[in-house]
């Protein structure tokens, strides 16, 4: 016999039913509007961000990739970010695995230290990072911004690295050792695979983190050492240009990569972990 799954539902829940769905909608596009916005203002041909638009042009896009300060800015951002989001995605896989595996006192405080560039602003973490390294001569170095930026990536790693930890299975780890592999061998061939979705979730988290940040680079970073975020920001301090909405342009189609992957990456755990 087969047995029928409709639902009937009163008028009132169908009410509730279709007026939910309409506030979610209205929500997401009040979000997402104004980021919108800015798209078809890098394709004007005025000299101004300005509605309405008179015409449509890619001088805009031209000019920034003909401005040799927004190339180097470039240029410093994509020297910065993929360095530090891998010394991120090391330093926070460890720190997780040490966590996931130890027992020892103060553990939830050291936890809390250790993930407080996420929560402290960075406002702080960057006067702390001059008042440190300045002293020292260190401030005014690319290879300080690349250890700054990534600072503020690894609380990322770390907690996306301990969520898949905890549905990964340790006896698949035990029976690789029982076999005669070695521990770096029984972790490289056997943990890494299985909890690699939650290792690049963090690492696509650590690396917007440092593509978009800007206070950090304003404190600790000298005169040729400006990244992308800078650039912007001197340039709506100083001359709002429609390049910066080409630049907007970009980034947001670099955000949207990132989530479709990060959906991917979240697609992919889950039938892992329902394989296992």
Known sequence: MIMSTKVYRTLSEKIWFYTHRVLCGLILLFLITPILAIVPLSFSESSFLVYPIE???????????????????????????????????????????????????????????????????VVIVGVAAYLFFAPLGLANNLLLLILMHAVLGVPFVVITVLATLEGFNQNLYKAALSLGASPMRAFFKVTLPIIA????????????????????????????????????????????????????????????????????????AARTVSGA
């Open 55 to 121: 015409g449509f042009s890619l001088r805009w896009y031209e000019s920034l990739f003909n401005s040799p300060s927004w190339m180097l800015g470039l240029k410093n951002t994509l020297i910065v970010a993929p360095i530090a989001t891998f010394i991120a995605m090391v330093l926070g896989t460890l720190a997780a695995l040490g966590f996931n595996h130890a027992n020892f006192r103060g553990k939830a405080f050291l936890m809390s230290l250790l993930i407080s560039p996420m929560v402290v602003p």
């Open 197 to 268: 979705p939650g290792v690049i979730s963090g690492g696509l988290f650590a690396f917007g983190t440092s593509f978009d940040e800007v206070v950090m680079t304003l404190f600790i970073a000298g005169p040729d050492q400006y990244t992308i975020p800078r650039v912007m920001f001197s340039g709506i301090r100083e001359n709002l240009s429609p390049a910066i909405a080409a630049v907007a342009t970009l980034l947001i189609l670099c955000s949207i990569v990132m989530l479709l992957t990060l959906e991917w990456l979240r697609g992919r």
